[in-house]
């Protein structure tokens, strides 16, 4: 069973920057697509940032695009999120995933139902 572990949020003023870790245990995490995404008060869950297993695709939502990085360690089985340049609408409880193994195309990364694995959820508070 894979598990996801969120950490690094926190409360952090607008134009701050937040760096968010996901450390991944139980399964080949090198294999796995990655992603991370975040639900606001009141808002539906929607698609931040994902990463192939390789690294070399990473994906980003246009809200979030010039701002936040994804990036990957497979050798210490561990996806994170740089954000920077936060504003209070970037805040939210902002989730890890992860896809079962395999070649996706590009538009598969956009998609909640393409992860099977998910963190608790941390949150990230932007105050202006």
């Known amino acids: 069973q894979v598990q996801l572990v969120e950490s690094g949020g926190g409360l952090v003023q607008a134009g701050g920057s937040l760096r968010l870790s996901c450390a991944a245990s139980g399964g080949t995490f090198s294999s796995f697509p990655m992603g991370w995404l975040r639900q606001a008060p009141g808002k539906e869950r929607e698609f931040v940032a994902a990463i192939s297993w390789s690294g070399g695709s990473p994906y980003i939502a246009d809200s979030v695009k010039g701002r936040f990085a994804i990036s990957r360690d497979n050798a210490k089985n561990t996806v994170y999120l740089q954000m920077n340049s936060l504003k209070p609408e970037d805040t939210a409880v902002y989730y890890c995933?992860?896809?079962?193994?395999?070649?996706?195309?590009?538009?598969?990364?956009?998609?909640?139902?393409?992860?099977?694995?998910w963190g608790q959820g941390t949150q990230v508070t932007v105050s202006s």
């Open positions: 995933a992860a896809g079962p193994s395999g070649y996706y195309i590009g538009s598969a990364y956009y998609r909640e139902s393409l992860y099977e694995y």
